[in-house]
């Protein structure tokens, strides 16, 4: 069974960084391209990254540009998204999906990012 | 980046009825590969979203059949031909032809 597992969300002050993992097991990770996909509370779905195979091709949507890095390790089936800076409008649960023939084809659980002082 | 619209945003429907969704675009779809990368999903209370309609009218591994999507260029539809309990959440399109890929804003189905 594809399984993908958020970890690393909780509660940040603003402008502070925080660090999500996914861990990915029942396909071949290295084979596909990952995305993190983020739903502010209440609210639709936004993509926020997505990253190649081999990592060396990245995409960040333009809020967070500059602010957030994913990246992956396929020697660990992880998936990362390093967050700096975070704003307010940040707060979301964050899905770690994958990515196949441009549909998000298995979702995580989610992780909740909370960015408040 | 291109908009995505879904009429209606919310629906309520008698158990055994149709139903259906629309989603319009701001820009066409169609990629210059020849494929329109156009998808349904739906999120159930409390869980991820998960896919349904790929690429307009393909039913992903496990949906039923009676799930099925329709459209080109700028318009598209989702139905649903006898609506279950089972169907209850929150159906979003998207568009994953032009970068950011986006989504529409969700149309909420529940039952009557």
């Known amino acids: 069974e594809m399984q993908l597992v958020e970890s690393g969300g909780g509660l940040v002050q603003p402008g502070g960084p925080l660090r999500l993992s996914c861990a990915a097991s029942?396909?071949?990770?290295?084979?596909?391209?990952m995305s993190w996909v983020r739903q502010a509370p209440g609210k639709g779905l936004e993509l926020v990254a997505n990253?190649?195979?081999?990592?060396?091709?990245?995409y960040h949507v333009d809020s967070v540009k500059g602010r957030f890095t994913i990246s992956r390790d396929n020697d660990r089936n992880s998936l990362y998204l390093q967050m700096n800076s975070l704003r307010v409008e940040d707060t979301a649960v964050y899905y770690c999906?994958?990515?196949?023939?441009?549909?998000?084809?298995?979702w995580g659980q989610g992780t909740m990012v909370t960015v408040s002082s | 980046d291109v908009v995505m619209t879904q009429t209606p945003l919310s629906l309520s429907v008698t158990p055994g009825q149709p139903a259906s969704i629309s989603c319009k675009s701001s820009?066409?779809?169609?990629?210059?590969?020849?494929?329109?990368?156009f998808y349904w999903y739906l999120q159930k209370p409390g869980q991820s979203p998960q896919l349904l309609i790929y690429e307009v009218s393909g039913r992903f591994s496990g949906v039923p059949d009676r799930f099925s999507g329709s459209g080109s260029g700028t318009d598209f539809t989702l139905k649903i031909s006898r609506v279950e309990t089972e169907d209850v959440g929150i159906y979003y399109c998207?568009?994953?032809?032009?970068?950011?890929?986006?989504f529409g804003p969700g149309t909420k189905v529940d039952i009557k």
């Open positions: 998207m568009q994953a032809t032009h970068l950011p890929f986006t």
């Open positions: 820009q066409g779809l169609l990629h210059s590969d020849g494929n329109t990368y």
């Open positions: 999906a994958k990515f196949m023939s441009r549909a998000y084809d298995v």
């Open positions: 990253i190649n195979q081999d990592g060396n091709t990245k």
């Open positions: 029942g396909f071949t990770f290295s084979s596909v391209w």
